[in-house]
């Protein structure tokens, strides 16, 4: 009985969701006009010199998001080699 | 591993490391990036650190080696962003793109195949990214390959 009222709440919520972003959703083929995207094509080769738009936003626009996922990755590495350095439970030889 | 296998990794080694150097170079240009080059390069590492023995190729590609990598591509990223303070302008600022020196050729408008010699910071960040990801990504398979003990 406890798993059935289980099941039956998350099909439930499940469903509301679904129905909720269905009604939301944009229609495939036909993209929401936006200011941004066409400042981008428009001056981001004059302003960054790179002819890949998307390396210019990546590096240029947004460069600060792309230092963020340096560090990111930066951290994770820290983290693994803390867990797995020399004489730790899992660790192994010195590297 | 066996012999067919070292010599199909010695063999393909040279080979990926071109190709992910031409990935992280072309960034600008083409497809791809400093992310997915060093991705590139690093898989190239992982091949040979999985095709030898751990003994023999942790003699060749040290750990250490790869730390400094990982660590001097943020260091480097941090400082070319900080230049951009020098001249008045905000952190990470495109400062050398049509500068006419390092990187900076005028770009032709429109569409066209591009020259590897414009883009201002734009190649230098994908190098610095480059470095950083190939130090990082190796330097994880070494760690785990550390602790594996072999009969």
């Known amino acids: 009985m406890r798993i059935f009222v289980v099941v039956?709440?998350?099909l439930v919520f499940?469903?509301?969701?679904a129905y909720v972003s269905h009604s939301a959703m944009i229609r495939?083929?036909?993209?929401p006009y936006t200011e941004m995207d066409d400042?981008?094509?428009?001056?981001?080769?004059?302003q960054t010199g790179a002819n890949n738009i998307v390396t210019s936003v990546v590096f240029d626009y947004r460069g600060f998001d792309t230092l963020g996922e340096?560090?990111?990755?930066?951290?994770?590495?820290l983290g693994v080699g803390i867990t797995l350095r020399k004489g730790s439970e899992w660790g192994g030889k010195e590297i | 591993m066996s012999k067919i296998v070292?010599?199909?990794?010695?063999l393909l080694y040279p080979f990926i490391l071109t190709f992910g150097f031409y990935i992280v170079?072309?960034?600008h240009l083409t497809a791809g990036g400093g992310f997915q080059g060093g991705a590139v390069i690093a898989t190239g590492i992982a091949l040979m650190f999985g095709a030898n023995r751990y003994k023999v190729i942790s003699q060749q590609i040290r750990g250490k080696m790869l730390r400094t990598c990982e660590a001097v591509g943020l260091i480097m990223f941090i400082i070319i962003g900080l230049c951009a303070l020098i001249d008045g302008k905000s952190f990470l600022y495109n400062w050398l793109a049509n500068a006419d020196w390092l990187f900076g050729h005028p770009v032709t408008y429109?569409?066209?195949?591009?020259?590897?010699?414009?883009a201002g910071i734009i190649p230098i960040l994908n190098i610095a990214i480059g470095i950083e990801v190939l130090g990082g990504l190796s330097l994880i398979i070494l760690y785990m390959l550390s602790g594996v003990s072999e009969e």
């Open chain 2, 25 to 27: 170079v072309h960034g």
């Open chain 2, 6 to 10: 070292r010599s199909a990794a010695d």
């Open chain 1, 70 to 77: 340096a560090s990111v990755l930066f951290t994770a590495v």
């Open chain 1, 8 to 10: 039956m709440t998350i």
């Open chain 1, 28 to 31: 495939y083929g036909d993209p």
């Open chain 1, 14 to 17: 499940c469903g509301a969701f």
């Open chain 1, 39 to 46: 400042y981008f094509i428009r001056n981001g080769q004059e």
């Open chain 2, 110 to 118: 429109g569409s066209n195949t591009g020259d590897l010699y414009t």
